[in-house]
């Protein structure tokens, strides 16, 4: 079965510290990963993503996200927390074999703390 | 580049009347379309796919003949809600994907409010 988990449904950090935000997949065939952030009322933005090739993924704001494969996890990582990073974020995977397959991680918000 | 627009970006309706929501790709022919509503602090639930002249597959329990999705052109996609009723009262969400992209590009969502 094609699952997309997201542990925890809020991340409280301080602003200037690192933040983690994390992920995990279980999908048949090669994963395609992506994180995506949503602010209020508003779809949902772009950050990255994994399609191969290097198993550290640097993408928008700074952030970036490391797929591995034994874990089955693509955590979503930023060296130092900005308050404006507060926010939905999305974990999600597409199907290998149905590329029209998006599965969705529950969602976690991220609170930055001045 | 890559960008998705909807239209409107909220409406308000009376229970029993039908509301439409346009999706459009504005630079890139979005071959595949999706649909996906979203209950507050909740995820996104797909409830359609859609391919440009085709019949769009609807996921399971979606009611296709509530939530009409036509995809007449590569940059056009609807969603209807038929004869709305209070329950309908969500955040609407449609993404494009185009050619060769493995990413699915979103646009900013439409607040349905059903009086």
């Known amino acids: 079965a094609q699952s997309v988990a997201q542990p925890e449904d809020q991340v409280n950090v301080a602003e200037g510290n690192p933040l983690t935000v994390k992920c995990t997949y279980s999908v048949s065939g090669n994963p395609y990963l992506f994180w995506y952030v949503q602010y209020p009322n508003r779809g949902l933005q772009f950050l990255l993503k994994?399609?191969?090739?290097?198993?550290l993924v640097k993408g928008s704001y700074g952030f970036e996200a490391e797929f591995n494969k034994s874990q089955t996890s693509f955590h979503l990582k930023k060296p130092s927390a900005l308050v404006s990073d507060s926010a939905l974020y999305f974990c999600?995977?597409?199907?290998?074999?149905?590329?029209?397959?998006?599965?969705f991680g529950s969602g976690t918000k991220l609170n930055v703390k001045p | 580049g890559a960008v998705v627009s909807q239209h409107p970006s909220w409406v308000i309706c009376k229970s029993g009347t039908s509301v439409k929501i346009e999706c459009r790709s504005l630079?890139?022919?979005?071959?595949?379309m999706f649909w996906y509503r979203q209950f507050p602090k909740q995820s996104l639930m797909l409830m359609a796919t859609s391919n440009e002249g085709s019949k769009a597959t609807y996921e399971q329990g979606v009611e296709k003949d509530k939530f009409l999705i036509n995809h007449a052109s590569l940059t056009l996609s609807t969603l209807t809600v038929t004869s709305a009723h209070p329950e309908d009262s969500s955040f609407y969400i449609c993404s494009a994907s185009g050619g060769s992209s493995y990413e699915q590009y979103f646009g900013p969502g439409t607040r349905l409010t059903v009086t």
């Open positions: 630079d890139f022919q979005a071959t595949t």
């Open positions: 999600a995977v597409r199907d290998g074999y149905n590329f029209n397959k998006f599965y």
């Open positions: 994994y399609i191969t090739g290097d198993n």
